[in-house]
Nanobody, 113 residues
Framework: QVQLVESGGGLVQPGGSLRLSCLAS??????MAWYRQAPGKEREWVAH???????MYSDSAKGRFTISNDNAKTTVYLQMNSLKPEDTAIYFC?????????WGQGTQVTVSS
């Protein structure tokens, strides 16, 4: 069983930045990703980083967000810059290993003046 613990969410003004972290129990994951769910909307993929280090981003995240992980590949980060009110959501960490996906409990990000 993989445990995921997110942190780093909070309230930020439009144009501001936040860095989310997700600490995973274990390592050697095939994929580490961030998803988000805004009020009244379905959960959507934001970005992922493969074991190889290759990264991919949703159109809404491209150019503003950066996903990375630490050398041990137990922590995945999401650096979010130029935040907009529409980025307001609960952000979830997700990892893929052994053919299974695991989810964290989420961290709230609110972008508001």
């Amino acid at each position: 069983q993989v445990q995921l613990v997110e942190s780093g969410g909070g309230l930020v003004q439009p144009g501001g930045s936040l860095r989310l972290s997700c600490l995973a129990s274990g390592n050697n994951f095939n994929l580490m990703a961030w998803y988000r769910q805004a009020p009244g909307k379905e959960r959507e993929w934001v970005a992922h980083i493969a074991r190889s280090g290759v990264t991919m981003y949703s159109d809404s995240a491209k150019g503003r967000f950066t996903i990375s992980n630490d050398n041990a590949k137990t922590t995945v980060y999401l650096q979010m810059n130029s935040l907009k009110p529409e980025d307001t959501a609960i952000y979830f960490c997700n990892v893929l290993t052994g053919g299974r996906r695991y989810w964290g409990q989420g961290t709230q990000v609110t972008v508001s003046s």
